[in-house]
Each structure stands twice: as C-alpha cells, then as structure tokens.
C-alpha cells in the first residue's frame, strides 16, 4: 500500500473554544430555587343550585408535593396494612399508645429516671413468640349485670357478690383451642375493652370477674416460651383495672369540686370513700383461688394509700408470703416480678432490713434502668458495705454499680466519694482476675468525670496489680477494653500522651496479635478525632512507634486485607504530618518514614504522593520562581521519587509514578529530572505482562496500558527536545516500544494507541499549543515552526499511518470484518479531526476509510448518519467550505 503523507490542520484553540462553549442565556429565577419545596394550588368549583347563581372557586396552598399512591390510597399502604396483621408487636401498637399516659402517671412513684414499662414491655412481646397453638377460657356472662337493690343490707349485698363470684368459677366459661399467636393477643385485647366496657356502664362485678379471669391464664405454662409475653398482656388488664378502682375512689373524695392532692393522707379521705376501698378489698378477700386473688390484690395495692399510710408497707410481707403457695417456679418468680413492678420503692425499703441481701441488690443492680441506679449510687455503695462478704462478693457488687455509672451520671457533687469508696474495695483485691473485671469497668467511670491526673492514678494502680507473676497474660481482654475506652474519652493526642502511664500500659500488651490489636485501635481514634495536622514531637514519636510496631508485624502469612488495613492507618498518620512551611523538617519526616515502612508497598506510595506535594508547594510558595536553594530543595524531592519508585512491586503503579513526578519536575523547571522519569517510563513499558491481578483477579492488560500511554502522550505534548538527544527523541523511543511489544492477535489496541499517537503529532505542528507548562518552553517555542522540526514529523506520521492501514489490510478475513469497520470508521474520524482534508490524497484516504466501514455492513447505520450531518453542519463554517464536496463524496448503504 502507497505511503500516505499526513498534512495536519492548522487549529486556532481559542476560537475553537469559544464556537464549542453553550450559549449563555440570562434567566430570571425570582423566587424560585430548585431546592425549594414546590407549593401546589388545588382550585375546586363549587356549583350553586339556585337559578341566577354563579360559580365560585376556592383554592387552597399546600408546603408540600401531593403523592398520587397516597392519595389515592387515602394514605393507607395495602402491603403494610397486612403486614400489620401479621406482626403482633404491630398489633399492640395502638395498645402501647394508651398505655403511655398511664405509664406517666404511675411514674412520680420511683422517679422519672426509672425505666417506664412501655419500653420493656415492647421488647418482651418481639422477643418471646411461638408458632404453637394456644388456649384460652373466655367468660361467658350476661351482657348486663344484675342492678343493685336499693335498701338492701350490707349483708344482702356481700352475698349476693359472692354468688356472682362462684358463677364464674363453677363454669361460666368456654375455652378456645388451636389459636394461633395472633388470634390469642386479640382475644386478650378484646377482654381488656370488655373491661372497660363493663366499668363504664357500671357493671363493676362483671369487671372483676374479667380481671379474674385473666389473671386465672397465668397459671397456664403450657407453651412456656410465650410466658412472657402472656404476662405482659395480663398484667396490663390488671393495670388498667388497677387504675379504674384507684380514680374511681379518689373521685369519690372530691370535696366542693376541690379533688385530693397528690401526696394526701388517710385523714383527706372522707368514710363513703374508705368504705368503698375496703368493700374493693373483701371482694378481692373473697376470691379463692391464690394466684388470681394475689394478682388482682397486687393490682389494687395502691388504693391502700386512702387507708393507711403505712397499709402498703404491712401488705407486702403477706403477699410476698402468699407467692410461696405457688407451686409452679415460673408462675412464682413472675409473680414476684409484678409485685415489684407495682411499688417498687417499698420493696426497696425492705430490702434494706434484711441481713444478706447482696444476691438481691445484684439483681437490682444489673437489672433495672442505669439513670435510676446512678441517681442513688451513694445509697447503693451504703447498702454494699453492709453486705455480708461471704454471701455474695463486695467487688461483684461494686462492678454492677461500675456498669451502670458507665452508662449514667451519678449526682454531680457525689463524683469523687463514689470514685473513692469504690477503688478503696477494688485496689485490695488480691486475685489478679477479680482486681482487672473491676477496675476495668471503673476505668470508663473514671474517664467520663475526672482529668488525666485521676486517669492516670487508675493506669498506674492497674500496671501495680497485673505486672507482677504476669498476670497480665491472662488478661488482654480487659487490658484492651481499658485502652479502648480511655481513648474513647482522652481522643486529644497530645493530651492522651502525656498521661505518664499511658506508654508503660500499652506495654504490658507482649503478645505480637494483641499489641497489633491495640496499636490498630489506638490509630483509628487519632484519625477519626484528630482534625488539624500536627507537629508535636509527643505525638510524632509515640505514634511512629505505635506505626512501626503494625508495620513489623508484616510477614509473609499476612493477608492482602489485613497489609491493606495496617497501610491504611500508617498513611492516615502520614498526611496528618505537617511542620508548615518547614519543608525540609518534613522532607526529613518523609525520608524517616520511607525506611521505617518499607514493607507495605502503599504506604510507599503515599510517601511518593506526599513528596510531590511538598514540591509543588514550594513551588507554589516561591510562585514558580525558584531561588538557588528551592531549586536544590526541589531536585531532593524529585531525587527521593526516583530512587522510591523501583522498590514497588505493581508494574502499573510505577508506571503512573514515573509519569506523575516527571510531571512534578518538569513544574519545577527540573528539565533533566523529568527526562529522567520519562525514559524510566518508556523502558518499563516492554516489562508489562499479558494478565494483571485486579481486585484478586486475572484481567487482560491491554486496556491498562492503553489509558496509561494515552496520558504519557498528553504530557509528551508539552516535554521540550534534549539538545543531545535529536528531535522527539522520547516520542521515537516509545513508538519503538509500542512496535516490539506483543499484542494480543485479537486486540486492536496497538493501532488504536497509534491512532492517539497521530493527535499527539497533528497538536505537535500548531504554532501554538494548545497548552504549557509555566517557565518551561515547549517544542513550539524552541522550534518555531522549523520546516526541519515539520519534516521529521511528518515522516513519522508517514509511518504511523503505513502500520494503521497494514493492519486494516490483515483484517480482510471473514471473522475479523467487524473489527475492520469499527477501526475504519476509528480511523476516518481521527483525519476529520485532525487532518487536513484539503490535501487531494489525504481527502481520498478518508473516502476509502469510509466506504470500508461501509463495505461489509458492519457499520451503524445511526452513527453512520450522525457524522454525515456533523460534516454537513462543519462545512458551513469559514475555512470549511471543502467539507461540502467531501460530504457529497461519503454515500451512506443501506444493509442488505
């Protein structure tokens, strides 16, 4: 095939910039802001009937966009509405919100820092479910209770309650069996508003007889995982028939419209009101089954407060004396467990009477809500000293409390004696073991409301305790919680480290995988607090130390994640290193590092990064001038670059390493430097494999080298001839690489790369390019347009162009058409670019390339349209007026 010449077109980048930018069209916004929520205006028409009238309209604004599904769905959702239906904790959903109000109430008993109920109760019900059927006994009364005679005796009456009650324990019930969980909670709910029913159309003895009935259910253990929830649905009817008879009484003391203040005393209460308690409390007397009696009396417990002040206190001891009678463990310990739910404070009291109560107030301790602990931590501590030791360890106890001061604070003036009290127990111990599980928790305590000195009393105090015999092997666990935890508090480093005990702690750590552990924990809270770069010779060498002891637990059985992760933080470190404008105490930093990490490849890279930063910040301070010892400075930057890079391992990451600091050295004027960078580039290019490992797999690399030498190209532009070298001597070197090196029979991407390598030599002939390197002077300026420096590049393109249409010709055959068309179509567009097709050959060369895409059918016929038409709209243009007989030139086929 004849030789093509190549005649590239002049450009004039700046008009060609401004004919390329979207036209500009002044808008006027108002109000209006793309963020703003849009307001719709809905108009509606409203018709009169009476003749003569006219029609108004009404609009009405709305802050916010109309949804069509909801308001076609009148904001019900069919996927949750069924939903609902099957998740039973959705289903107490409307339960829970009428329970809150009396949860509320019911708090000023034990204080707003005591846990509420609701929040219990909902974690019980999603937690304990079953798939088994249930039962249940439904009662079966009248609808309407039997009215009360008037006039009758107190006799009549009493009698007349205590038929009513055997009616209901000889029978008047019906059970139901095989229901499912579901079906269950509803029938209780349903029993709970027939409750209220009944007491709000004053038919209180079919309302007790409910509550006695449902208290009967807890009896029945029959599928035992669903106990607790079955208690919770219980115990909230007897709450609520607790709550009826409580204000049903007090509303009975209301006197001239003036009702009982909240702490009244029995005296406030006037006879009929009193008689009506004690009436409540002989009927609930009266039932004889024991675990429905105890219930519903424990339900009512309150309304002992209209009788006596001290009626609570002396009914406690016989209801804790009746729960013994069940015989049943679990429907015992729930027992208990109600009771303590209905007057805590009192249960309390008389914990603290007993003798060995230590198991119990251990119970208390880790049980119940951490602010209601806190609150009465000092009460706590007192009632721990008065333990007996043999019973139930101090140090046990005093760990509960730890747990819960952890996670509340405590009265702020009781912070130091609570400290006090608690480590004159914790720094007795002798056992090794007992001492760490205290003190650990203490630690946090001590963090969150004391300074670093106290802190560092307590890490002193463990170092004493776990150093000798080595305990400390025994407890890494703990010991890594307390680091953990004071840094989670102490997350100002220069404050962490000059806690004198801190280094000496972590050095207890002598198991490799822990220490690692710990150094890992410790630099990824300085990453995440640390916000501004920092300097201090503290903080500097500690963290160095702690970098170096990740980074020499490198060995050859590490894994990829875990060399990732400790790199990861080493270079979180790194760019957390500034000393200003010291730029040479920072170079040293880097030199520093560079032999301290040598071992994880990343962080070698980021020291690379960081050393052309540093160059093009000083730089950027001298603005582009350099003094004599910037320029010196400058070349140290560049020198430390180069001799790093061919310690790494990735073919790639040298590759757009050398790229990225020649293109540093070649912004500092360091001519010879980048040359440098560039040739070491060029020469690595042949070393590049078939296959590379990408994210752990094997991917072609072809695609890889194509982007990379693309970018080499677009630097190469503004890269200036050495005087001793000739002309495009780094452009002449790679081509010869890009011809030696073995491309896959199937790939294209050789020609595609000289493809790009034709753009690079049409920008090369302007007379400007189109653009430069600040103080360094290109190929245009130092050429000038030189017919020598044209001529020599003109062969070239000769010769890129020879091997393009070569390899065109030796995809003739029939399995490789396709690929013809495309790198055809490929080609023409690169002349139509970058050619200048008033040339008679090169214009004839583009004709051919068309009519091959064409040839085969292979092209698209779409694409093939588009670029018609962007010809035709071209030549409309001044200085294109030739692309008219060119497009007259291009037929388009049809496929056949």
């Not at 602990?373 to 000092?378: C, D, E, H, K, L």
Request: hydrophobic share 40%.
């Amino acid at each position: 095939m004849a030789a093509f010449p190549w005649h590239a077109r002049s450009r004039n980048y700046v008009s060609e910039s401004e004919v390329c930018k979207l036209e500009s069209v002044p808008l006027d916004f108002g109000d209006y802001h793309p963020l703003k929520p849009i307001t719709v205006t809905e108009s509606k028409t409203k018709k009169m009937n009476r003749k003569g009238s006219t029609s108004s309209t009404s609009s009405s604004s709305s802050s916010s966009m109309l949804d069509p599904l909801s308001s076609v769905l009148d904001g019900t959702d069919p996927l949750s509405l069924f939903a609902a239906a099957a998740d039973p904790v959705t289903t107490t959903a409307t339960m829970d919100s009428t329970r809150k109000k009396r949860d509320k109430d019911d708090s000023p008993a034990v204080g707003s820092d005591f846990e509420p109920w609701s929040s219990k109760r909902g974690e019980i019900l999603a937690r304990y479910t079953t798939t088994e059927k249930l039962s249940i006994n439904l009662y079966m009364g009248s609808e309407k209770g039997k009215a009360a005679t008037t006039g009758s005796a107190v006799s009549e009456k009493v009698r007349t309650r205590l038929e009513e009650l055997d009616d209901l324990e000889e029978g008047s019930q019906k059970e139901l069996l095989n229901l499912t969980q579901q079906d269950y909670m509803n029938r209780i709910e349903e029993l709970n508003q027939s409750l209220k029913d009944a007491w709000s159309s004053d038919q209180k003895v079919k309302a007790l007889k409910i509550v006695i009935q449902c208290s009967k259910l807890l009896s029945d253990t029959t599928v035992i995982q669903f106990y607790p929830s079955k208690f919770v649905l219980i115990t909230d009817i007897l709450d609520t028939f607790g709550k009826l008879v409580y204000e049903r009484i007090q509303s009975m003391c209301v006197d001239n419209r003036v009702s009982l203040p909240d702490n009244f005393s029995p005296e406030c209460v006037n006879d009929t009101a009193k008689e009506t308690c004690l009436n409540w409390f002989f009927k609930i007397a009266s039932i004889r089954e024991l675990i429905p009696r105890f219930y519903v009396e424990a339900a009512i417990l309150k309304c002992n407060k209209f009788l006596s002040k001290t009626g609570i206190s002396e009914c406690l001891p016989r209801l804790t004396s009746m729960i013994r009678g069940i015989g049943d463990p679990l429907v015992a310990v729930y027992a208990r467990a109600y009771l303590c739910r209905v007057l805590l404070t009192e249960m309390m009291e008389r914990c603290k009477k007993l003798g060995n109560n230590a198991l119990l107030l251990n119970s208390v301790m880790s049980a119940f809500r951490a602010e209601f602990i806190a609150a009465r931590s000092m009460d706590f501590i007192g009632m721990i000293k008065e333990c007996d030791e043999s019973g139930f360890p101090k140090h046990l106890l005093f760990r509960s409390l730890g747990l819960n001061l952890a996670l509340a604070d405590p009265p702020e003036n009781d912070c130091l004696q609570i400290l006090n009290e608690a480590w004159k127990v914790i720094t007795k111990l002798k056992n090794p073991q007992d001492y760490i599980n205290c003190a650990e928790v203490w630690v946090e305590y001590t963090c969150r409301h004391f300074t670093k000195r106290e802190v560092n009393t307590v890490l002193a105090d463990v170092i004493k305790h776990m150093t000798p015999d080595r305990a400390f092997e025994d407890a890494y666990p703990q010991l890594q919680s307390i680091i953990q935890k004071v840094i989670t508090y102490i997350y100002d480093f220069s404050l962490l480290f000059s806690v004198e005990k801190f280094l000496p702690f972590l050095d207890m750590f002598q198991k490799e995988s822990v220490r690692v552990e710990v150094c890992k924990c410790i630099m990824e809270s300085f990453i995440k607090h640390q916000q501004e770069s920092t300097k201090d010779p503290v903080i500097l060498n500690a963290l160095l130390h702690i970098c170096k002891t990740m980074h020499d637990s490198v060995n050859a059985l590490t894994l990829e994640d875990e060399k990732r992760m400790l790199a990861a933080l080493i270079n979180g470190f790194i760019k957390m290193v500034s000393f200003g404008r010291d730029f040479e105490q920072q170079l040293s930093f880097y030199v520093e590092a560079r032999s301290t990490f040598c071992n994880l490849e990343p962080v070698l890279v980021q020291l690379i990064h960081s050393v052309n930063q540093l160059a093009m910040e000083t730089r950027k301070v001298m603005k582009g001038n350099h003094s004599r010892k910037t320029a010196a400075f400058v070349r140290a930057c560049v020198a430390f670059c180069f001799i790093t890079i061919p310690s790494l391992s990735s073919i790639f990451t040298r590759l757009n390493l050398y790229l990225h600091s020649g293109q540093v050295a070649l912004a500092n004027q360091c001519l010879s430097q980048a040359d440098a960078f560039f040739k070491a580039a060029v020469s690595l290019v042949p070393e590049v494999p078939k296959m590379i490992s990408v994210d752990g797999k094997m991917r072609p690399s072809d695609a890889f080298l194509l982007e990379f030498l693309c970018n080499f190209f677009s630097t190469l532009l503004v890269v200036p001839d050495h005087p001793e070298q000739g002309v495009l001597f780094l452009v002449r070197g790679l081509l010869n690489v890009i011809q030696d090196y073995t491309w896959e029979d199937n790939s294209d991407d050789k020609i595609r790369i000289y493809t790009n390598v034709l753009h690079l030599l049409s920008a090369m002939t302007q007379e400007a390019y189109i653009y430069h390197v600040d103080k360094v002077d290109s190929n245009d300026t130092l050429y000038g347009g030189d017919s020598k420096f044209l001529a020599e590049i003109n062969k070239l393109c000769e010769t890129v162009i020879a091997q393009i249409l070569d390899h065109l010709k030796t995809l003739g055959k029939e399995e490789t058409l396709k690929r013809q068309s495309q790198l055809a179509l490929y080609f023409f567009n690169t002349i139509l670019a970058h050619g200048d097709l008033r040339n008679n050959k090169l214009n004839q060369l583009s004709v051919n390339l068309w009519n091959l895409a064409q040839k085969h059918g292979f092209a698209d016929t779409r694409t093939m349209v588009k670029t018609l038409e962007y010809i035709k709209r071209r030549s409309n243009q001044p200085e294109m007026s030739h692309f008219t007989d060119l497009a007259l030139r291009l037929p388009l086929q049809s496929r056949t």
